[in-house]
């Protein structure tokens, strides 16, 4: 069994704990996961906190309740018993939880965005928001529908951190036992300190047999760094060459298949939400063609950003400090070599994840993605954040086996911040067309 303590003079673990308590009644996996980047961790609980509990448009109740649409959407068990127990925590009515059909019409028209966003999310439209303000009887409101956009987001990405790390549910809860993720099986945290220091992981059997390799993957992916890095000083792209490439990595990660494991959704899982087999599907497939979303025409950082926080104060910033943790985060580590500028990684892992969403910067040279990011690799990160519910132990263990268990973690941080931008940058496009 695993050990896990925390120094008793951590005090800014202890806080971190204490306020990842407040906010869900108990401590749970995903921030005992999470511990392991604490800036991050910090981020990521004042949001939870800020959507969840304070000030906002949404009732207490409509906010988890959106929570276990969401999480069910991606057959996220263990999200959705959280939020079913929160739901009834805040006074919400048990007949709701019964199917998403029991639950107000309001919350039901809500269903058609929450399973794009989920799966497809370059299909929203201006349509389809003006359905949800214009109901005559169920309207939304703008704030309501952004603090609604950013929960659905939230727990698509979650959903994807939760089966990325393979996290279980605590020992008390249904189908819960005791702290074993596939994610940190083969080891114990035993001083849970800042991000790689101070924390000793001891390697699974992946990472041993990774060891006898003639010339291993870590080496040749600090070499293809070393590469880019001073071929990038020397020769720049066309934007007519980039196009291209970016156009060409866009039907490569079509090519790429998420984990082909069978996911039949249970019936406790499955009433709250409808359509059960819409599921992610390539957007160029069956002969439709989704135009390229320009970064520059519509970003977060000129766009989305300050939407979100004329509707909805402070969330804007919150959020914006959260993927700005993820993306920048970095401990100058990676594996057993240290003052490793690992930031040409880090872009390619975001962008790649955005280019799967048909989203393109038009300054950034996607060649660099097949350099960087091998096979395996892809195969994970689709999986993770395209259809969650089908990653595998296997799948985990089979990318960057020499790597640190932490530095694993940090990729999954990668992967939901990046998706999460993606849906609210297709969501918040639709609601910007709208109100022009």
């Given at each position: 069994m695993e050990i896990i303590q925390v120094s008793a003079e951590d005090t800014h673990m202890h806080a971190l704990f204490a306020e990842s308590f407040t906010t869900l009644g108990h401590l749970d996996n995903i921030a005992l996961v999470m511990v392991f980047h604490p800036q991050y961790l910090e981020s990521f609980l004042k949001t939870q906190h800020y959507l969840l509990q304070m000030d906002g448009p949404l009732p207490l109740h409509y906010r988890h309740y959106i929570g276990i649409m969401a999480a069910a959407r991606h057959q996220c068990s263990y999200l959705v018993n959280v939020h079913v127990n929160c739901f009834l925590h805040v006074g919400g009515d048990p007949k709701w939880l019964n199917g998403l059909e029991n639950a107000p019409q309001k919350l039901q028209n809500l269903g058609e965005l929450n399973k794009i966003l989920a799966h497809r999310p370059w299909l929203i439209t201006k349509e389809h928001i003006e359905q949800l303000l214009k109901t005559e009887e169920h309207s939304w409101s703008l704030a309501e529908l952004i603090h609604a956009v950013v929960l659905l987001t939230h727990y698509h990405s979650l959903a994807s951190f939760t089966f990325g790390c393979g996290i279980n549910p605590e020992i008390h809860c249904d189908g819960g036992h005791t702290f074993r993720p596939p994610s940190v099986s083969g080891y114990c945290i035993c001083d849970i300190a800042n991000g790689n220091h101070g924390v000793y992981e001891t390697q699974g059997p992946a990472a041993n047999i990774a060891t006898t390799e003639p010339f291993c993957e870590v080496e040749a992916l600090m070499e293809k760094l070393k590469q880019l890095q001073e071929c990038r000083d020397d020769v720049k792209a066309s934007q007519e060459e980039k196009a291209t490439r970016f156009e060409k990595e866009k039907r490569e990660s079509m090519l790429v298949c998420c984990s082909d494991e069978e996911s039949v959704p249970t019936r406790d899982v499955s009433r709250h939400f409808e359509d059960t087999s819409y599921g992610y599907k390539d957007f160029s497939r069956h002969g439709m063609q989704v135009p390229t979303f320009h970064v520059q025409d519509y970003s977060w950082e000129d766009h989305g950003y300050s939407l979100v926080n004329r509707l909805y104060p402070d969330v804007g910033q919150l959020i914006d400090?959260?993927?700005?943790?993820?993306?920048?985060?970095?401990?100058?580590?990676?594996?057993?070599?240290?003052?490793?500028?690992?930031?040409?990684?880090?872009?390619?892992?975001?962008?790649?994840?955005?280019?799967?969403?048909?989203?393109?910067?038009?300054?950034?040279?996607?060649?660099?993605?097949?350099?960087?990011?091998?096979?395996?690799?892809?195969?994970?990160?689709?999986?993770?954040?395209?259809?969650?519910?089908?990653?595998?132990?296997?799948?985990?263990?089979?990318?960057?086996?020499?790597?640190?268990?932490?530095?694993?973690?940090?990729?999954?941080?990668?992967?939901?911040?990046?998706?999460?931008?993606?849906?609210?940058?297709?969501?918040?496009?639709?609601?910007?067309?709208?109100?022009?």
């Open positions: 400090e959260k993927f700005q943790i993820a993306y920048n985060l970095t401990y100058n580590t990676m594996a057993m070599h240290k003052d490793v500028d690992t930031s040409m990684l880090r872009r390619a892992i975001w962008n790649y994840i955005h280019c799967m969403f048909g989203i393109r910067y038009d300054d950034y040279d996607y060649g660099e993605i097949n350099q960087l990011l091998d096979r395996s690799f892809k195969i994970y990160i689709k999986t993770v954040v395209c259809a969650p519910e089908k990653t595998t132990n296997r799948m985990y263990d089979s990318f960057w086996r020499q790597f640190k268990h932490s530095e694993k973690v940090h990729v999954n941080l990668l992967l939901i911040e990046a998706r999460m931008q993606a849906e609210l940058l297709y969501a918040l496009r639709a609601i910007t067309r709208y109100m022009t």
